[in-house]
């Protein structure tokens, strides 16, 4: 369809696009008993090209009574396959095993989902898969618990570009034992062809990709990567896609790496690209009807609500373009009341479940920054505060503002407290106060005390991508920014890695973890880098210091 696609350039601003254009103008203003099947090392993927497993296993979407299992079958058959596949609550996998079966073809492209239910909550179990005469490496997973939990443990991750490096931070992950689940909020693949967007890993297929078939094989070349292979057979994933699952910056009706002349329908592609992220992903199919319609709930006992949100290919309104040369300030068209990321369904939805939670802690995972990112920090009433990046949250303020009045509560509803929203997306690591009105003192207008955190509605950890670029070159922008910008607590543009989540009834800690480099896949350093927390009842963030892990955590297989 036109011209290739290899050399089509990159069109719109990618995260680091905007952000370096308002940073330039911030600065100047086990064992098996399966038997006879040939067994995959269950210490490491398997990457023999006769094995039947080369994508590993996973899980995901864990309930307190189930779990989602993954698998896919390498073959060259065009039949029905059948895949027995059984779990334990033993590493070795040797006592109390149950079995079950389970059938794949080309319709799914032998991928493998099973919905494993009847599980006991707040258990560790063990799985395994067989098939065409082969073992699958065995697997850990989880279930969620219940009644009162003391503890919880949760790595967050996003943005994994495979053409800027290795996923050592995958790795790192998958080396916490004492993990309940991990969060990953998006831009899990990305779309783009060899050499466009990175030249460390080259792509498969080479080109930009747009067919179903183009996105089930870009799937299946991560999954072959040893540090994702590895995070996903240690721990259970509760993923949501962000834009480069199907195609940068994407919107309901669009995206800025798209072009319909040339690359054909956008629903088309969204179709495709949805369809090869549920073939592959271990999460929980979405409604027959509409595969984006997949905000959902995670209770970890009275502790902890996680809900997942989409704000992509749902309902988000088109990015405007910036009206105050490289910035914008919240005035002509994005003032818009109809500006939405949610849509009205899905943000009924989240009124209910964070109106309604009784766990203590509302976890939010989301994909674009909440809190407010300007280079000019006035009041909201002035009308002159300039913001930086349409694409995320600042792009939608009537939208926040909805979601803020939730927070708040009115003559019917309580406030909600104790909400902390997590959130991937910008390549770099941020944490914040969430407020209406960062650059006003007046609290009792919808203001904030950044000496206090009066006026905090919430509070927002930002992890850090897993390879994709941040802002190298500028350093000094996450010092500037806070001095615009006095709700942020921590700021760091430039380092990789993941945010550790340390869950507790008494408060709810983020730290930044970051990799020692991800040019070199044999690294295994990794280092502590800052820690804030925020009380039970406080909404707004303070220091904290380095966790400790749990204390007997399950083993690994």
């Known amino acids: 369809m036109g011209r290739s696609r290899s050399n089509k350039p990159r069109k719109g601003l990618s995260r680091r696009d905007f952000l370096t254009r308002s940073a330039v103008a911030t600065l100047a203003l086990g064992s098996s008993a399966f038997a006879p099947a040939k067994a995959a090392s269950s210490a490491a993927p398997a990457d023999a090209s006769s094995n039947a497993f080369q994508h590993g296993v996973a899980s995901g979407d864990p309930l307190s009574d189930r779990v989602i299992l993954w698998t896919r079958l390498t073959t060259t058959s065009s039949e029905k396959i059948s895949v027995e596949y059984r779990w334990s609550t033993d590493p070795m996998m040797l006592s109390g095993v149950k079995t079950g079966t389970a059938k794949t073809s080309s319709a799914t492209d032998y991928t493998v989902k099973v919905d494993l239910k009847s599980l006991k909550p707040g258990k560790t179990y063990y799985y395994q898969f067989s098939a065409l005469g082969y073992l699958s490496p065995v697997g850990r997973t989880r279930t969620l618990p219940t009644g009162s939990p003391g503890r919880l443990r949760i790595g967050v991750s996003c943005c994994a570009s495979l053409a800027h490096g290795y996923f050592n931070a995958y790795a790192r992950i998958a080396a916490r034992n004492d993990l309940a689940a991990v969060l990953h909020l998006g831009d899990y ?10 030249n460390v890993r ?20 991560y999954k072959t990567d040893v540090d994702l292979q590895e995070m996903h057979r240690q721990h259970p994933v509760i993923a949501v896609w962000d834009d480069h699952e199907t195609a940068n910056n994407a919107w309901t009706g669009g995206a800025a790496n798209h072009d319909e002349a040339t690359e054909g329908s956008w629903d088309q592609r969204v179709a495709n690209a949805l369809q090869a992220y549920y073939e592959w992903m271990p999460v929980r199919h979405a409604k027959d009807t509409d595969l984006k319609l997949n905000y959902r709930r995670f209770q970890f006992g009275d502790l902890a609500d996680v809900m997942m949100v989409e704000t992509r290919l749902l309902a988000r309104a088109q990015q405007l373009p910036p009206n105050q040369g490289a910035t914008f300030t919240q005035t002509g068209d994005f003032a818009d009341p109809n500006r939405d990321l949610f849509g009205s369904t899905q943000a009924d939805w989240l009124s209910q479940q964070l109106r309604g939670s009784a766990c203590k802690w509302k976890l939010l995972g989301q994909q674009v920054m909440l809190a407010q990112l300007k280079i000019l920090g006035t009041p909201n009433a002035t009308g002159t505060s300039r913001y930086v990046n349409p694409d995320q949250w600042d792009g939608y303020n009537p939208a926040r503002e909805r979601l803020f009045s939730v927070l708040k509560g009115d003559e019917s509803n309580a406030p909600v407290g104790n909400v902390v929203v997590l959130t991937g997306d910008i390549h770099s690591s941020w944490g914040a106060d969430l407020t209406e009105d960062p650059n006003n003192p007046d609290v009792s207008a919808g203001g904030y005390d950044p000496k206090t955190g009066a006026g905090s509605l919430a509070v927002e950890f930002v992890s850090t991508s897993v390879t994709s670029p941040g802002l190298d070159t500028l350093p000094k922008l996450a010092d500037v920014s806070k001095t615009i910008n006095p709700h942020f607590k921590y700021a760091e543009v430039t380092r990789r890695g993941y945010l550790l989540l340390d869950v507790k009834p008494e408060r709810v800690s983020g730290e930044w973890w970051y990799v020692d480099t991800i040019l070199d896949p044999a690294s295994t350093g990794e280092t502590f880098a800052a820690a804030y927390k925020v009380g039970d009842g406080q909404n707004h963030l303070q220091v904290s210091s380095e966790s400790s892990p749990m204390s007997g955590p399950p083993p690994a297989p």
């Open 189 to 198: 693949i990305y779309e783009y062809g060899t050499g466009e967007y990175g």
């Open 202 to 221: 080259a792509y498969q297929p080479d080109d930009e990709i747009l067919t179903l078939t183009d996105y089930r094989t870009r799937h299946a070349q």
